[in-house]
Antibody, heavy 121, light 108 residues
Framework: EVQLVESGGGLVQPGRSLRLSCAASGFTFDDYAMHWVRQAPGKGLEWVSHITWNSGSLAYADSVKGRFTISRDNAKNSLYLQMNSLRPEDTALYYC??????????????WGQGTTVTVSS | SSELTQDPAVSVALGQTVRITCQGD??????ASWYQQKPRQAPVLVVS???NRPSGIPDRFSGSSSGNTASLTITGAQADDEADYYCNSRDSSGDHVVFGGGTKLTVL
């Protein structure tokens, strides 16, 4: 079964850091690009970041650029999101999603169930 | 980055056909993909590319595009289709991804 399982969310104070993880199974992880997508409570989907199959190209939404870092470990079938200098507006459910392609972003055909990040003092 | 615009809400009578649209400059260069999200569930891809449905998605879902507008058509809407629908695509730079604001579909 193709599956993505996120972890690492929690309650954190503004300005602090958090690292999200996404464990992939049921497919050849290093054949596909990956994304992080978030959804604030009661709001729509917001793309956060994208990484190609070999980590050769990374991209970030303007809202997180310079604060968040996406990475992957193909040997561990895992995707990560290092989130620094967190702000209250980063509060959201964070989804890990698999792309249909290896490189340029195309479409997200597999999604995890998400991990919740709450930034509050 | 460019934006994708969707109508916030659309309704359709049971068994009728409904079209959900997504507008944006980047759609002149890139295909849109469409996602269905039901309450408290993760999004599900329903259409990608020119008009490709993942395995398990009913053929009543179809996609099309013209100019700066992409459309998701549900032919013979079912009660189970009631959900939020989001489009996405690359933005004009080609390196970033953008989502539309979502359309809440009500099946009457």
């Amino acid at each position: 079964e193709v599956q993505l399982v996120e972890s690492g969310g929690g309650l954190v104070q503004p300005g602090r850091s958090l690292r999200l993880s996404c464990a992939a199974s049921g497919f050849t992880f290093d054949d596909y690009a990956m994304h992080w997508v978030r959804q604030a409570p009661g709001k729509g989907l917001e793309w956060v970041s994208h990484i190609t199959w070999n980590s050769g190209s990374l991209a970030y939404a303007d809202s997180v650029k310079g604060r968040f870092t996406i990475s992957r470990d193909n040997a561990k079938n895992s995707l990560y999101l290092q989130m620094n200098s967190l702000r209250p507006e980063d509060t959201a459910l964070y989804y890990c999603a698999k792309d249909l392609r290896r490189s340029s972003p195309y479409a997200m055909d597999v999604w995890g169930q998400g991990t919740t990040v709450t930034v509050s003092s | 980055s460019s934006e994708l615009t969707q109508d916030p809400a659309v309704s359709v009578a049971l068994g009728q056909t409904v079209r959900i649209t997504c507008q944006g400059d980047s759609l002149r260069s890139y295909y849109a993909s469409w996602y269905q999200q039901k309450p408290r569930q993760a999004p599900v891809l329903v259409v990608s590319g020119k008009n490709n449905r993942p395995s398990g998605i009913p053929d009543r879902f179809s996609g099309s595009s013209s100019g700066n507008t992409a459309s998701l058509t549900i032919t013979g809407a079912q009660a189970d289709d009631e959900a939020d629908y989001y489009c996405n695509s690359r933005d004009s730079s080609g390196d970033h991804v953008v989502f539309g604001g979502g359309t809440k579909l009500t099946v009457l």
